[in-house]
């Protein structure tokens, strides 16, 4: 290769190494393309160090790499392979180091018994802006995913500082408020006794003690949130649990036409959980999908117990959580509801979180929403 030639195939690869922002993988892809153009050589391999430290093929000049062998080491073994695959001749090796990182290494089959030393020195050169530029990529990388954990530690930062202020107000409200509702729910009690049930008068204060029930309801849910108590945990069957858990769904007539489909992997399942603050949270995941689909369809609930993790998921056939709220669908005081608190999912994730699991919401194509709650082993 003339000298002229060489110049500008190293300043061509130093360019695309220093200005581009690629992944390791396709720097030592462009690696192997350069070599080729090293007119005395005869094959090469580039080889990349994984995150576990185990060597992998990752391009070749000269032959194909489809009879990829399990190479281990990147020693004399990977040289013999070379040679039985590209023929034989002149090997050398090449590490891919950088700031006292190996990354891998380049094994140049030559088809002479010396190679060119201008050529030489241009591979050496290639290969050290190749190593330059995989290091690069590995900081950077690096330093995007601290930086991505530091936004979300920042996120969630701000996010906790903001529960506990609306929790501390919410347990204000909710303390000044119960007892009131108390009272004047006892004397609408009172009262509706006095009055024939049929009559209009009678009717009236149904409706209000109704509602009352209801603002009751939400100071409960109120309270909760503002103080949440920390998990006891039991080993509870997950068959008998989810059994009553349906069962206090399927107790209400409003739902009666709604059809339950019930799975559980493995059968005998268990769960360690606290059951009652579970209970609540499936509970409420299954009356919003009720409520979703206004009482008609099919409501699935499965849960899925690994050695990693419990899957439990709550799909329902409604028309989907609106996108204007998605992003915001488990902060407190969202809902889609016209009498909704929307503290139901806050809550479901306060107590997943207490489980140290999390719960996301996913949006099927299908259509729907799909619950997903994942909690630890």
Known sequence: MKPAIAIDVLVAFSREASEGDEPPRRVLERLAQALAGLGQLKGAVVVETSDQGEPVLVASVGFSLEADPEIESLDEELERWVLRAAGPGQTTTLPLVSAGGLFGAVVLLWSGSQPDRLE??????????????????????ALRETLSELRASKESLARREKLEALGEM??????????????????????????????????VVDMALQRLRDLASMVDELLTFARPRSPTLTRVAVRSFLDGVCGLLQANPQWSELELQVSIEPADAQLLVDAGQLQGVLLNLLLNGAQAMEGRGTLA?????????????????????????????????????????????????????????????????AGGARFVITLPA
């Not at 591979?123 to 590995?138: I, K, M, P, T």
């Open 301 to 365: 609930l499965s849960v899925c117990v690994t050695s990693e993790d419990a899957r439990i998921e709550v799909l329902d056939q409604g028309p989907g959580v609106p996108a204007h709220v998605r992003d915001r669908i488990f902060d407190p005081f969202v809902t889609t509801k016209i009498r909704g608190s929307g503290l139901g999912l806050a809550v479901a994730r306060q107590v997943v979180e207490a489980h140290q699991g999390h719960i996301e919401l996913e949006h099927p194509e």
């Open 170 to 203: 919410a347990a204000v409200v909710a303390h000044e408020v119960k007892n009131p509702l108390a009272s004047i729910s006892g004397a609408l009690q009172v009262l509706g006794q006095r009055m024939p049930s049929d009559s209009t008068e009678g009717k």
């Open 120 to 141: 030489l020195r241009l591979a050496e050169g290639l290969v050290d802006l190749a190593a330059v530029a995989v290091d690069r990529a590995h900081r950077t990388r």
